[in-house]
């Protein structure tokens, strides 16, 4: 890999490894900060959709100021929305400083930030490079959990939160200066593209969205109500990083020979299977395999999915014409995690949910089988 792969997969450790540790942290912030578990699954609701909405904003920033700069702000947002959290006194302030500087941060710093970045280094190789970065994601998830359960006992949930904002701000600094940059002339009379030959690929994600989210931020929460402890509980999620990792890996040698449909089409027949045995086979530790095949299959179909949506766009205008894919994603995230609270206030369990996910995974495969409206390049 060369520097800017380098650099995109640390900067996704940083920002994938905060926004998706906040599930680690839901039930020791409950039981220290007095604030009740289900304002926290709707704060992570609440989060998801201002990621979404804010998307075509980004956009439109990527193409005029660079990803370097927007990347750079939003890991500062991301980093300082935990430094926030450590001192937040009430309700309402973690709530706010949550949604507001987390859901933003994490609006600038992700995927689409990524994807533009590597696709202007990259071009007609943006699908394999793309996957060797998103190993990032894994690795945020591996280290920032771990820690974090390791601190929580010594340190507490507020110096955890601290001590995590702090490591995240250092790396940031450090990627100023790492970061390539990514100057594009854009005309701006020039007419754009548009996703509207694609809408199978984008309903699909929107569908893998739905699930991902709700499963990574609350199979800890599930965890601990099927008598898991509050360490262990948390670890299941850098289990699921570990997974994803491996095939992350996996998947950007497979991409030299398979197109992305089909890898797609077999990760989302994995993830169903997981969610098979979340839903239908009881006991506890049924959840490290749900773990290990729904990390496996889930976060490895976010740079395939890109690598989709991406071919053969122009890389001057592509934070624009993308945006649309992740207010689809960060949205039906958002609606997911909505109703998985709503399920779980009305049955105690978010087994229903996983049944539903389970369904939105065979649709999604379906979505990307062949046929005359999917996309050839």
């Known amino acids: 890999?060369?520097?800017?792969?380098?650099?995109?997969?640390?900067?996704?450790?940083?920002?994938?490894?905060?926004?998706?540790?906040?599930?680690?942290?839901?039930?020791?912030?409950?039981?220290?900060?007095?604030?009740?578990?289900?304002?926290?699954?709707?704060?992570?609701?609440l989060s998801t959709a201002l990621t979404g909405?804010?998307?075509?904003?980004?956009?439109?920033?990527?193409?005029?100021?660079?990803?370097?700069?927007?990347?750079?702000?939003?890991?500062?947002?991301?980093?300082?929305?935990?430094?926030?959290?450590?001192?937040?006194?009430s309700t309402w302030e973690f709530v706010v400083a949550y949604m507001v500087l987390g859901g933003l941060g994490f609006a600038a710093s992700s995927s689409l930030t990524i994807t533009t970045l590597i696709s202007r280094s990259y071009g007609s190789q943006t699908g394999p490079a793309l996957a060797r970065a998103s190993i990032g994601i894994n690795l945020g998830q591996v280290l920032a959990p771990w820690a974090a359960?390791?601190?929580?006992?010594?340190?507490?949930?507020?110096?955890?939160y601290a001590i995590l904002g702090a490591a995240g701000l250092v790396v940031t600094a450090v990627l100023w200066f790492v970061l390539p940059s990514d100057r594009v002339e854009v005309a701006t009379q020039a007419r754009?593209?548009?996703?509207?030959?694609?809408?199978?690929?984008?309903?699909?994600?929107?569908l893998h969205a739905a699930t991902m989210y709700v499963v990574v931020l609350m199979l800890p929460k599930h965890a601990l109500e099927s008598g898991w402890s509050v360490i262990d509980a948390g670890r299941l999620v850098?289990?699921?990083?570990?997974?994803?990792?491996?095939?992350?890996?996996?998947?950007?040698?497979?991409?030299?020979?398979?197109?992305?449909?089909?890898?797609?089409?077999?990760?989302?027949?994995?993830r169903a299977a997981a969610l098979l045995l979340a839903v239908a086979v009881p006991g506890p530790w049924v959840l490290v395999a749900v773990a290990v095949l729904f990390g496996a299959a889930s976060f490895?179909?976010?740079?395939?999915?890109?690598?989709?949506?991406?071919?053969?766009?122009d890389?001057?205008?592509?934070?624009?014409?993308?945006?649309?894919?992740?207010?689809?994603?960060?949205?039906?995230?958002?609606?997911?995690?909505g109703l998985a609270a709503a399920i779980h206030a009305l049955t105690d369990s978010y087994r229903g949910y996983f049944l539903l996910g389970l369904v939105f995974s065979l649709a999604a495969a379906l979505?990307?089988?062949?046929?005359?409206?999917?996309?050839?390049a």
């Open 1 to 45: 890999m060369n520097r800017t792969a380098n650099a995109a997969l640390a900067a996704m450790t940083v920002s994938f490894g905060l926004n998706f540790s906040m599930g680690v942290f839901f039930a020791p912030t409950a039981s220290a900060y007095g604030i009740n578990a289900a304002v926290l699954s709707v704060a992570a609701a």
């Open 300 to 313: 490895p179909m976010i740079p395939l999915t890109m690598a989709v949506l991406s071919r053969g766009l």
């Open 315 to 337: 890389p001057k205008r592509i934070g624009r014409t993308l945006a649309p894919a992740w207010v689809t994603h960060q949205l039906a995230a958002a609606a997911g995690l």
């Open 367 to 376: 979505l990307l089988t062949p046929s005359r409206t999917t996309v050839h």
């Open 149 to 160: 359960t390791a601190m929580f006992e010594p340190a507490g949930v507020r110096a955890t």
């Open 192 to 206: 754009g593209e548009s996703l509207a030959g694609r809408m199978r690929v984008l309903v699909s994600f929107g």
């Open 53 to 89: 909405l804010v998307q075509v904003r980004i956009g439109g920033l990527l193409d005029r100021i660079g990803a370097r700069a927007v990347l750079a702000v939003g890991l500062i947002l991301s980093s300082g929305s935990y430094l926030v959290l450590s001192v937040v006194q």
């Open 238 to 270: 850098a289990v699921v990083a570990i997974a994803a990792g491996i095939t992350s890996a996996l998947v950007a040698r497979l991409l030299r020979r398979h197109r992305p449909e089909l890898l797609l089409r077999i990760l989302y027949g994995v």
